[in-house]
């Protein structure tokens, strides 16, 4: 094995391990995988949780852990889910190597004694490609519009005490 091909290995193989040991729950940064929110009013959020797989449960769990954090920040005791909606977006990867053939064409310039000409010509172009993985990739969005109170909450099902949602989801997390 040479120089190159084992620096590509561990370049790989150190990725892979900082994908891999970063929490599912976390601040999300540039549109990545995680929460974040919106303040649409001083008693209204959407949070958002965009996570790989495919999970519904999970990922709408994590979008609760997030409204009852965002409640408490706020010094609310309640909240209600107004709206929720769980989207699952899932992307097929090639299971091996892949050779695509293109055509295009180049403008060619022949210049004689006295004139030039140019002519376009077609050209053959291939490209290959080496995917590692090729499995079936998903990733899942939950989003959840809350509305946070505080005193005696409304008797539905619908609304969640932020302190108990908070408390019973972080003791799951830690037992997974």
């Given at each position: 094995m040479n120089k190159?091909?084992?620096?590509?290995?561990v370049a790989l193989t150190l990725t892979l391990a900082a994908?891999?040991?970063?929490?599912?729950?976390?601040?999300?940064s540039n549109g990545g995988f995680?929460?974040?929110?919106?303040?649409?009013?001083?008693?209204?959020?959407?949070v958002y949780f965009k996570a790989r797989g495919s999970d519904k449960t999970r990922a709408m769990d994590y979008a609760m852990l997030r409204a009852a954090e965002i409640t408490l920040e706020n010094q609310?005791?309640?909240?209600?889910?107004?709206e929720r909606e769980t989207l699952v977006?899932?992307?097929?990867?090639?299971?091996?190597p892949e050779t695509m053939f293109s055509q295009r064409y180049a403008r060619v310039t022949e210049c004689g004694a006295?004139?030039?000409?140019?002519?376009?010509?077609?050209?053959?172009?291939?490209?290959?490609?080496?995917?590692?993985g090729g499995r079936e990739q998903s990733e899942i969005e939950s989003t959840l519009n809350i509305k946070m109170?505080?005193?005696?909450?409304?008797?539905?099902?619908?609304?969640?005490?932020a302190e108990q949602v908070k408390t019973n989801l972080l003791m799951q997390l830690e037992t997974e």
């Open positions: 190159v091909t084992s620096l590509l290995i994908c891999a040991s970063q929490p599912a729950y976390r601040e999300a995680g929460y974040t929110e919106t303040k649409l009013t001083d008693t209204q959020y959407r609310y005791d309640w909240f209600t889910v107004t977006d899932k992307e097929t990867v090639p299971t091996g006295l004139t030039c000409r140019t002519s376009w010509q077609p050209q053959t172009m291939v490209s290959t490609g080496v995917f590692i109170g505080k005193g005696t909450a409304p008797e539905d099902n619908e609304t969640f005490n």
